[in-house]
């Protein structure tokens, strides 16, 4: 199973809207609704961002927000900020009942 | 409050085995699939393996299935993964983390545990 593919990396000004795009196939993201996104600081530990495409946990801010249109999914931060400054990983259940991750993008702000 | 803390990382030869263990508290451990994530240093996020509720399923990445094996101890609170004929492809921070929806989507994660394969 191939990593999903993602731009290495995004910038952006302070308030300025971005956008992550993932790339998959028909054999994950096309396939099932179950796309994540995360974010990670150096040194820690994941954060789930977005889950089922475009549905955010408890906590998350509305400014992160996800989509999908066939085989690609999209993650668009809105409003941009210091503290948004990371690396970001979408995630897509598979055909093979596996996970795959996404090669990771670094937003810059 | 909901707590993963992963133990069991160490610096390991060539061809040797592990076990890792991941403790959790805070929330009823039987009732959630788990999973077993690692990142090599400087790399992206690579999944290993999960597991279902009881035990009775698991999944494994093609780069480990034969070698590891995720398994669970719910009186214990405990999630494990042996690692055996380890390479230094192997090496990296090992998280375990809490699968909520039963799809693969992970809302808590352990602090991790390094796993450094070298002679």
């Known amino acids: 199973q191939s990593a999903l593919t993602q731009p290495a990396s995004v910038s952006g000004s302070p308030g300025q809207s971005i956008t992550i795009s993932c790339t998959g196939t028909s054999s994950d993201i096309g396939a099932y609704n179950y796309v994540s996104w995360y974010q990670q600081h150096p040194g820690k530990a994941p954060k789930l961002m977005i889950y089922d495409v475009n549905d955010r946990p408890s906590g998350v801010s509305n400014r992160f927000s996800g989509s999908k249109s066939g085989n690609t999914a999209s993650l668009t931060i809105s409003g941009l900020q210091a503290e948004d400054e990371a690396d970001y990983y979408c995630s897509s259940y598979t055909s093979s009942s596996t996970l795959v991750f996404g090669t990771g993008t670094y937003v810059t702000v | 409050e909901v707590q993963l803390v992963e133990s069991g990382g160490d610096l390991v030869q060539p061809g040797g085995s592990l076990r890792l263990s991941c403790e959790v508290s805070g929330f009823t451990f039987s009732s959630y699939w788990m999973s077993w994530v690692r990142q090599a240093p400087g790399k992206g996020l690579e999944w290993v393996a999960n597991i279902n509720q009881g035990g009775s399923e698991k999944y494994y990445v093609d780069s480990v299935r034969g070698r590891f094996t995720i398994s669970r101890d719910n009186a214990k609170n405990l999630l494990f993964l042996q690692m055996n004929s380890l390479t230094a492809e192997d090496t990296a921070v090992y998280y375990c983390?809490?699968?909520?929806?039963?799809?693969?989507?992970?809302?808590?994660w352990g602090q991790g545990t390094l796993v450094t394969v070298s002679s």
């Open positions: 983390a809490r699968d909520p929806y039963s799809s693969s989507q992970f809302d808590y």
